[in-house]
């Protein structure tokens, strides 16, 4: 027996608990757990046992299960799902996202009359990635900013996260990412470790929960969709669906952002390779 199997059975999760359990997160979430994330999901499933007063795994399955109880699932989702990330991550893309992609779009968007810019950020999780892209389109702005409508739309499947990037606290250290003035403008100090997104920065931002499974309702496309170190977590066909909704949201020349170690091959999407994990949709097409 290997180690994580011994760990396993200390916490005491049967196979066929396991399987309804990833089923579930299959059914949900789109995430197909493997044999490694057992112990992982063992521990987590426990403390939410305590926590509900249940004194089984398929007792609490059936509470999942039953209609009408969204609170719990997202419970267990909160639990189960990764939401590390980072201000500033993948640099290389925010850069090329500030000075090449977004000028070129407010340009398109000006010439066709309007100045209303559409951003998606997909997998918000604790609020990092959209207030930056926030920040990025007030600072590329600037002066002319209050004549353009901005908001970023931010959504997750995790109401927890969401409910932390809504407050837009966060510690003093991972904010260096971000330039000097940038952290000036955008950050008052809370307290000697942590720091608050100033109001006209939240205001910026949407949150809102939802599955990337379940079929979009936004009815106008976006100008650009940031669906970073989601897809991931994915099977195949789960991750080509969602990709292929994704798609069909993006505006004429509107761009898709991946995380840096996801990939697509665009061809099969109708789409074009801006650089690596960033992709186009044609003008025409
Ligand atoms: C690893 S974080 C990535 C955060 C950020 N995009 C980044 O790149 O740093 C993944 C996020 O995806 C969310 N997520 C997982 N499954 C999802 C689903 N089916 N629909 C929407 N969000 C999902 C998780 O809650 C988590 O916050």
């Not at 639990?79 to 090329?96: L, N, S």
């Not at 606290?169 to 008052?188: D, G, H, S, Y």
Request: positive net charge.
């Amino acid at each position: 027996m290997s180690e994580g199997l011994a760990g396993i059975h200390r916490v005491g999760l049967s196979d066929a608990e396991y399987e309804r359990l990833a089923d579930l997160v299959r059914k949900w979430m789109g995430v197909s757990l493997e044999e490694r994330n057992r112990p992982m999901v063992a521990s987590r499933v426990q403390k939410l046992l305590r926590s509900t007063g249940l004194s089984s795994v398929s007792a609490y399955c059936d509470l999942l299960e039953r209609q009408g109880d969204p609170a719990a699932i997202g419970r267990f989702v909160d639990r189960i799902t990764t939401h590390h990330t980072y201000f500033y991550r993948d640099a290389d893309q925010f850069e090329a996202y500030r000075r090449e992609y977004l000028p070129e779009i407010l340009r398109r968007i000006e010439s066709g009359g309007n100045r209303d810019l559409r951003v998606w950020c997909a997998a918000a999780s604790t609020g990092e990635e959209p207030y930056t892209l926030a920040i990025i389109a007030q600072e590329v702005l600037g002066n002319a900013a209050p004549q353009w409508k901005t908001g970023v739309l931010a959504t997750d499947i995790s109401v927890g996260v969401l409910e932390q990037a809504r407050r837009g606290i966060f510690a003093v250290e991972p904010l260096a990412r971000l330039p000097e003035a940038w952290q000036q403008r955008w950050f008052r100090p809370l307290d000697a470790e942590r720091v608050q997104a100033v109001k006209a920065l939240r205001d910026e931002v949407v949150f809102r929960r939802f599955n990337l499974l379940d079929p979009l309702p936004f009815k106008q496309p976006f100008h650009f969709i940031f669906c970073r170190n989601v897809l991931i977590y994915f099977n195949p066909a789960m991750r080509r669906e969602v990709l292929s909704r994704l798609r069909d949201k993006l505006a004429p020349g509107g761009y898709l952002f991946l995380g840096s170690s996801e990939s697509l091959v665009p061809q099969e999407y109708g789409l074009e390779r801006a650089r690596a994990s960033v992709f186009r949709r044609p003008l025409h097409g």
